[in-house]
């Protein structure tokens, strides 16, 4: 095995080796494009999170930055994402503001460590019902958490269980505000059918006006944000804005603060910063595959996981959020034309600057039309249709996809992942097991009180009950039993005992256990384990034919001496 040889390498060290003034050109074009896509949804993440909008500001400048600058992927955005929100709102009602930030960090080394030891390819292996399930059970949380502001209710500050904010909305239903619930559909039907109005305009077996063209350029959150910004400056409409909530945005850059720190402190915080840093990294991961899949390139999965342990880590001194890998605001990098992570950093400076020269602009942004943004992005976000394809998969898929998501909106996705994680290894056990075959084989005679079977598949843990059978009294042989093993994969610690325990039955019977053709991983643990020598080298043979070979020599000198010969037990040591 080779020793560990730390590695941190960032993609744009190697992007960088051959650039020119034309992808300069475009990645400057795709990282302002990117920064108008991520403003407003930085600010609505954050809200929606139950803290400042400038918090997701900040956390998409400085971990925008550094994600990109030391990151793995080639054209990858990071920044606070949708799918944290429902993690952070509920952190911060259980341990408090101060302490999501502590987990952050903790988080933080998490994700350094895991990719410093070359963790990033063991997420890949999270099951694909898992992901869906966790993926369309945040995107319900989220939704949920916006009907607040969609309805403007007079709620002073949702609850963060599930059961508990659906009491809370239907108590509260009465203080509907009708202006703010207006706005909001208005701002959602504009979404929609601005969404719909840019894709029909890629179609290119369509004829299209110019101006459909250039409109698929411009997100419709932008435009829907800008619409609803200034209907309410002008017209002065009776709704709440980030102004009168929020006081607006302050302008200047982020102020490092040091949080209190004690390890006492950081053990209570180990439920939230595991829950950060496998989230992190689930999203971070998936949006660079995407991303590979776009633009035909592969990224590094563990300088990706330190990329977002440095920006975890260092975020949240600066009053920023949890922080990973954005599809939305990647899949529009990627769109705009970008060609390495030099278009995340201008992303990451251009929204520095609307912060220093812009920022007392976002004071009549209205909450209701941010909630509409953010149910449109979390029906966008969740994959309804695997819940109409169920009914054709099959049962494991089933269970594993909706106990993760039942357990996601219920309970919360750090126990949804472990326990589809658990239901995930349980199933796949079973249909391992389930190929693991003894099927008997034919003896040739004439050779008395000989059996023989085969093996096929797997002889592990989950599968040695079926070789226990051959213990019973009906099925262990006089004389000789031969386990032909050359379809045998592999075999484990349990597998080897079940042999020894088939052996001695056999040895207290005075019979013989044979094996027969083992493979190499077979092989190698039958010799590593010491049990080649208690079974006796000769009765390990290459062959079928030498199996039956053996047996003959082993039921004559029975017949002659009606007992085990030594001839034939020289080699074996008595159990």
């Not at 904010?165 to 059918?193: C, D, E, F, K, N």
């Not at 929020?246 to 850059?253: D, H, K, M, T, V």
Request: hydrophobic residues 50%; charged residues 15%.
């Amino acid at each position: 095995m080779s020793s560990f040889r730390f590695r941190f390498h960032p993609t744009l060290l190697d992007t960088l080796a051959d650039y020119s003034p034309q992808r300069l050109r475009k990645d400057i074009i795709a990282g302002i494009t990117v920064s108008v896509v991520a403003l407003p949804l930085a600010m609505a993440f954050a809200i929606a999170s139950g803290v400042k909008p400038e918090a997701g500001l900040f956390t998409a400048i400085i971990a925008g930055f550094l994600i990109s600058a030391l990151g793995g992927s080639r054209v990858q955005i990071g920044g606070p994402a949708g799918a944290f929100i429902v993690v952070i709102y509920g952190i911060i009602d259980k341990y408090g503001l101060a302490n999501l930030l502590i987990a952050t960090s903790c988080a933080g080394i998490l994700l350094f460590a895991m990719g410093m030891f070359r963790l990033g390819s063991l997420i890949r292996y999270i099951p694909l019902p898992i992901v869906i399930g966790f993926t369309n059970g945040i995107a319900v949380l989220i939704a949920l958490s916006q009907l607040k502001d969609f309805f403007g209710l007079r709620i002073t500050r949702m609850p963060g269980d599930f059961f508990a904010q659906l009491r809370m909305l239907v108590q509260h239903a009465s203080t509907t505000h009708w202006p703010s619930l207006l706005l909001a559909l208005l701002s959602l039907l504009l979404l929609i059918g601005w969404s719909r109005l840019a894709r029909s305009s890629l179609d290119p077996g369509l004829p299209h006006p110019r101006w459909r063209q250039r409109c698929s350029i411009v997100p419709g959150s932008v435009v829907v944000l800008l619409l609803a910004t200034l209907a309410s400056a002008l017209l002065a409409l009776p709704v709440e804005t980030i102004g009168s909530r929020f006081g607006g945005i302050p302008q200047g850059l982020p102020v490092f603060v040091l949080p209190d720190f004690s390890w006492e402190l950081v053990k209570q915080l180990f439920a939230p910063t595991l829950t950060i840093a496998l989230l992190g990294a689930i999203e971070s991961l998936l949006c660079a595959r995407i991303a590979d899949g776009l633009i035909d390139t592969r990224h590094d999965p563990n300088q990706e996981l330190m990329a977002q342990g440095v920006a975890n880590f260092v975020t949240p001194f600066f009053g920023g959020l949890p922080a990973t890998g954005t599809i939305a605001r990647t899949v529009t990098n990627i769109r705009s034309g970008a060609t390495s992570p030099v278009s995340g950093i201008v992303h990451a400076l251009t929204l520095l600057m609307l912060i220093l020269f812009a920022a007392p602009l976002a004071t009549d942004v209205p909450l209701a039309t941010m909630a509409a943004i953010l149910i449109y992005m979390a029906w966008n976000m969740g994959e309804w249709h695997e819940f109409v394809r169920l009914r054709r998969l099959s049962m494991p898929y089933r269970i594993l996809m909706l106990a993760t998501f039942f357990l996601t909106v219920i309970v919360d996705l750090t126990t949804a992942v472990e326990v589809g994680l658990v239901l995930a290894c349980v199933f796949f056990i079973y249909r391992i097991s389930d190929l693991t075959q003894i099927a008997p084989i034919t003896v040739p005679g004439p050779l008395p009180g000989v059996r023989a079977y085969s093996i096929y598949g797997s002889l592990f843990f989950g599968a040695v009950g079926k070789l226990e059978l051959l213990i019973e009294a009906q099925a262990v042989p006089q004389r000789v039993l031969i386990l032909e093993l050359h379809q045998l994969i592999s075999i484990d610690s349990t597998g080897l005992d079940a042999l020894d325990t088939v052996r001695r039955a056999l040895h207290r019977h005075g019979g013989q256990l044979i094996l027969c053709g083992p493979n190499r991983q077979p092989r190698a643990q039958i010799e590593r384990s010491g049990f080649l020598d208690r079974l006796g080298e000769n009765n390990c043979v290459d062959s079928i034919d030498a199996a039956y070979a053996r047996a003959r020599i082993f039921s004559a000198a029975s017949d002659e001496q009606g007992k085990m010969p030594a001839a034939a037990n020289q080699s074996q040591r008595a159990p």
